[in-house]
């Protein structure tokens, strides 16, 4: 009976120091555990993969569950966080933005994955997220060696042996998906399997455990038969059946747009902006073109301006050959602040990959210790395609594209972001993001540097005709991303099909029709792909307002170091934080 009576004393002891300390518990401190506990229990329980991509490597044995009970206990877990920060309600005092802005990032990034998996469903539709899943699964284990080959040959495995049921759920999950989806994920999956037959196995010859080595040799497999049947059953059955509407429609893009970038202009007045900034572009293309050759129209200088780019085999190695002259040439003139000397490796992008990306950048995560290699990935030309084809693909790597490329990927692009990251005033700003931020700066970038001088003759351009053909090059990537800015309200509104889609790219966009092709594909999966036109006129605007504010004591160098270390949030964000006020990013 004593013991009882000290036991019943301790918790009630212990019982009121909770209640005491959840009394003291600020706004913030609250919202840093709800915050802390949603990236734990749904964030990256539900998406591990994406865990091992950050650097949180205690998900490194798991794979995304891709059932429909497991979809249908995510959304209840979303819904659940949704409602316990909603509740959370913030102090108004200046010094609490961050943590006030985070709240609503995170709140965002709830709401956007619950129309993702309630509305968009692309786990009924997408068959190549299956396929992919089991690729990305294994590749964030094999490119940056963080552990030995043996600890990470023991997560690959344990992956591995999820994959068969992930695309056995595939099978359950898909219905009546549309053609085009179908499509992609068959093109994708021989490289794929090619991935898996070469890549996996060399990636991971220097294990020394006998034993994982013949567990990994069954397992993998098992997974090249599970993909081969996957490939089969695509062909044979899902094919026939696939006559769904990849088409989101104008609610869920309007809400895409508003959860996923902060952005909620009505798509009548975006899409004013688009075709504003197409126009001018389109302008200034024509002008430069007719001061290169007087007597040709743009078409024919599009044409000459694409047929000077490097053999596919040198490829990799042009844009190698950038990184000098850009970065000497960003220290020279202030552009921004470079935190480190360490240059990004060049390589050819991942097989699962390839079907709708030309280059990209790929960086370890911001809480990855020990491998912080950066990759950028540039997707050389199918082995398969035809001499012709492979001209009209090499088209979009001329002599201006590689130049804006490099900037827009490394330098100071991507790449700089990523160095910058560490400066993030918080836990969410290193996790979570903005396209409009991300792919926004980026984008940016292309016009500013040459803005400020880059690819003048004797700044990373022979001579005045090479330079004109730089500024042809940047503004072909920028009519790029205006054609994408339009055609992904247009198709997804209804309004332009897939083929006209295509046609916009070559026509507007002035574009190859293989390039056309792999955008529209591109734009039937991932519809709001305006974020990097929005992004960059959000930041242009921000640049001038701040130009407004400061006078004579505006340096550009210090606002493109300002702007990184906000992190990658909404422009909205970025835009409170250095002008201190809520005016319009538009």
């Known amino acids: 009976m004593k013991k009882f009576i000290v036991l019943f004393a301790i918790g009630v002891f212990m019982s009121s120091a909770v209640t005491a300390h959840a009394a003291k518990e600020t706004w913030k401190q609250k919202f840093e555990r709800v915050s802390d506990e949603y990236f734990d229990q749904v964030y990256f329980h539900y998406a591990p993969t994406q865990g091992t991509q950050v650097g949180y490597h205690q998900y490194d044995a798991q794979l995304e569950d ?54 968009i469903r692309p786990w009924e539709k997408n068959a190549d997220n299956y396929s992919s899943t089991c690729a990305n699964g294994v590749f964030v284990l094999m490119e940056r060696k963080f552990a030995s080959p043996d600890e990470r040959l023991r997560s690959l495995i344990a992956r591995e042996k999820q994959m068969p049921a992930v695309l056995a759920e595939a099978r359950v ?75 989101i429609g104008a609610e869920a893009f309007a809400k895409k747009l508003q959860y996923d970038e902060m952005v909620d202009l009505p798509l009548d007045k975006l899409l004013e902006i688009g075709w504003a900034d197409l126009r001018k572009n389109q302008a200034h293309f024509n002008e430069v073109a007719k001061e ?46 470079i935190p480190s000397d ?8 991942p ?10 950048m790929d ?46 990927e490394a330098y100071p692009g991507h790449y700089i972001q990523f160095l910058w990251l560490p400066h993030a005033p918080s836990k969410v700003r290193k996790l979570l993001g903005a396209n409009t931020d991300v792919e926004g700066w980026a984008h940016y970038c292309e016009q500013m540097m040459l803005d400020e001088g880059y690819g003048q003759p004797g700044a990373g351009a022979k001579d005045e005709r090479e330079s004109k053909f730089l500024r042809l090059g940047q503004l072909q990537d920028a009519l790029l991303r205006n054609a994408r800015f339009i055609v992904g309200i247009q198709m997804h509104t209804g309004k332009m099909s897939f083929d006209e889609a295509v046609a916009f790219f070559q026509k507007e966009g002035y574009q190859s029709k293989e390039t056309a092709m792999v955008e529209t594909k591109r734009g039937t999966g ?48 970025v835009r409170k934080a250095l002008l201190g006020d809520d005016s319009p990013a538009l």
């Open 342 to 349: 360490v240059r990004p490796i060049v390589e050819e992008t």
């Open 173 to 247: 999950n898909l219905k009546n998906p549309p053609r085009v989806y179908t499509e992609i994920a068959i093109e994708q999956l021989p490289g794929i399997v090619s991935f898996f037959e070469h890549d996996v196995p060399l990636a991971f010859a220097d294990a020394k455990d006998a034993a994982l080595k013949t567990e990994f040799a069954q397992t993998n497999a098992a997974v090249i038969a599970a993909l081969n049947s996957y490939l089969g059953w695509l062909k044979t059955d899902l094919l026939p059946q696939s006559n769904g509407d990849f088409r």
């Open 66 to 119: 891709e059932s429909r009970k497991n979809i249908d206990a995510e959304i209840a877990a979303l819904k659940s966080f949704e409602k316990r920060i909603e509740v959370i309600h913030p102090d108004a005092a200046a010094a609490d933005f961050v943590p006030r802005s985070d709240r609503e990032i995170v709140l965002s990034n709830i709401r956007s994955q619950l129309l993702t998996l309630e509305t």
């Open 526 to 573: 991932d519809p709001t792909y305006l974020y990097y036109t929005l992004g960059k006129l959000e930041i242009m605007k921000l640049r001038e307002d701040m130009m407004k504010k400061q006078g004579t004591a505006f340096s550009l160098e210090e606002f493109h170091n300002n702007f990184l270390r906000q992190g990658f949030p909404p422009i909205k964000i």
């Open 363 to 408: 960086t370890p995560g911001p809480f990855e210790a020990h491998a912080t290699e950066a990759y950028f990935n540039v997707t050389l030309p199918d082995p398969k395609m035809k001499p012709d084809e492979v001209e009209g693909y090499m088209h979009s790597f001329n002599v201006g594209t590689v130049i804006s490329t490099a900037v827009h």
């Open 292 to 337: 290169l050759e007087p007597t040709k129209d743009a078409r024919a200088v599009l044409e000459e301006l694409g047929e000077n780019h490097p053999a596919p085999d040198h490829l990799l190695d042009a844009f190698r050959a950038t990184f000098d002259g850009l970065v000497s040439f960003i220290r020279a003139h202030h552009i921004v602040t």
């Open 351 to 360: 097989p699962f990959m390839r079907a709708t990306t030309f280059a990209s």
